[in-house]
């Protein structure tokens, strides 16, 4: 098992090379000289020169990219066009925020999706999995955004309960969870945020739960009379790995996809980040969030491979 | 005599084909039939949309705007510069139908096509393939496509490819993972053995085990095609103004939520609807095939 974990550690290190590397390409896919998408659009030619010399754009690609990655290691990303301040000061401050809202929703939507799978799996051909399935199939199909636009419409515009945009006193501030005036700016986002790993990772519990309450050794226990709420913990615990994995993988898409739900409720978090980046052509900045947060995602990901070698001993003993 | 021991003289009913099976098992599945019935008139409607309505979906009217549904004629309302609310959701259908469908269908085209070969010659090809997927992999689905789409600029090609490159590593995987199953197994081994090419192969004996598995997870992905399109067209980075998109009708109507949330909700819901169509589609056929998840 140790030396599964210790290969899985060490494959991070190609993937997180080559997410720099599709990073680092990204300035390459903006029309025109990528000097020219690094400054504003009216510098001077001599401007441009100075650029292409500082970003050691006249220098071979490959160099280019080892200089990059090297600065990048360091913590330099590069300053913002807009702000002017560090990129790794802008994203770290955004990606708190996020963080906040993406682990509010994660335990909404996984604390309900166990308890609808499970009971979809219970009642196993009766109406109940009938609404639990079409309720989660509806989950995945609602576009996101509009939800929470109609959130909006309805909790605070026309119920006039929660607060429609912002993140609570100014945008600099920080996010506390202890604070009611901070917790209701999180309210809605975090709502609309958990529809869609609710609809995922309910599907995937019923579909877990139910391939294994077919398997052989559930009918063993049932035949030696094992009460029903023993035989679903027996299942529970064997469909867990599966359930974990989609789990970790929806954990990851909320903190680095959060980029629409941020826009809608205007909450200052990477999604936000990023969407001002683009309307601002803001290519520094758009870069090094893409480059943080898809870092991130690899390193949950790893989390999850690992907390699942721990979950499933069929994966120790190998 | 010698006529009982001919084969022809035994009257054997030949089983049913695959074809044949699953579509006599979606004939007694009502619930996917109506989802494949509203698909079938989304499209007619996208189709036939001229026919449908009178009104230029382009044609502004400074003194209708924002009118609630009824509203002289206009069946679903007016939008926020007087264009007619039913034709413009009927016109941005083809946006959404296409948007939604074509980049799956490119992304099976070269990720099927690339985890076939990663799964039939296995060993140097498939590290080369496989390990390049897993980089596009560690990439959050809508992070990867915001970026793409971010950096060309806004626009219908770049949409389209930013949408291609999300879907191809998790088709690729599919595809290469059926692949390597089949590729086990005795009969491949015996076709080898008999001296057929790689190629006659893969067209003979692979292709019809592993299409089904990679198509319907396909078909599942049409709905996520659709969201994320109407999601780019939201930020602004998809199809551009005046070109009628059910995303960004939403974003054009996000401002007069307060003055006319039903109309400004109508874009959504067309959304909402074609999306849970092609899932509900999807989990059918995956019943129908018998294809776990």
Redesign the interface.
Known sequence: MWIYIAKRVLYTI??SL??S???FC??Y???GDPAASLIPPDASAADIATIRQLYGFDQPVPVQFARWLWRASHGDFGTSLQTGRPVLVEVSGALANTASLAAGAAIIAFALALLAGTLAAWYRGRLIERVITTVS??G????S???G??L??VFA?KLRWLPATGMGNGDAATFSWFDWNDVRFAVLPMLTMALLPLGVVM??TR?ALA?TLAQDFMQVLRAKGLAPHALMRHALRNALPQVLAVMGLQL??L???S??IE??FTWPGTGFL??K???TRD?PL?QGT?LI??LT??FI?LAVDVLQTFADPRLQRQ | MSAVHSPAAVPVASPPGYLHTIARRLQHDYLTLFFIAVLVLTVLAACCAPLLTHYDPFATGLLGRLKPPGWQGHLLGTDDLGRDMFTRLLYGARMSLVMGVMPVALALAIGGTLGLLAGFYGGAVNMAIM??M???Y??????LA???S????GGMTSGLTALTLVFIPSLCRIAETATAQVRALDFVEAAQATGASSLSVIVAHVLGNVLPAVFVFASSLI?VSV?LA??LS????GVQPPTPDW?QM?AGL?QA??LQ?LV??L???A??IV??S???VS?GLRHAMDI??
């Not at chain 1, 995945?140 to 576009?143: A, E, G, L, R, T």
């Open positions: 190609p993937i080559g997410v590397l599709v990073c990204l300035v896919l903006a029309p199939t509806l995945i199909s609602m576009p955004y509009w939800l636009i109609v909006i419409i515009v599907r995937s579909a391939d990851g898409y903190t680095g996809g980029i629409l826009t809608i990023l969407s980046a683009i309307l290519v758009l893409v947060l898809a995602f690899v990901n | 390990r390049t897993d980089v596009f560690a990439f959050p689905s809508v992070l915001v970026a793409i971010g950096m060309i600029g709905s969201l109407a999601g939201f930020l602004g980075l995303g939403l996000r939520i307060y949330p400004c909700a874009p959504g819901l959304i909402c999306s849970f092609f899932n509900m989990d776990r998840a």
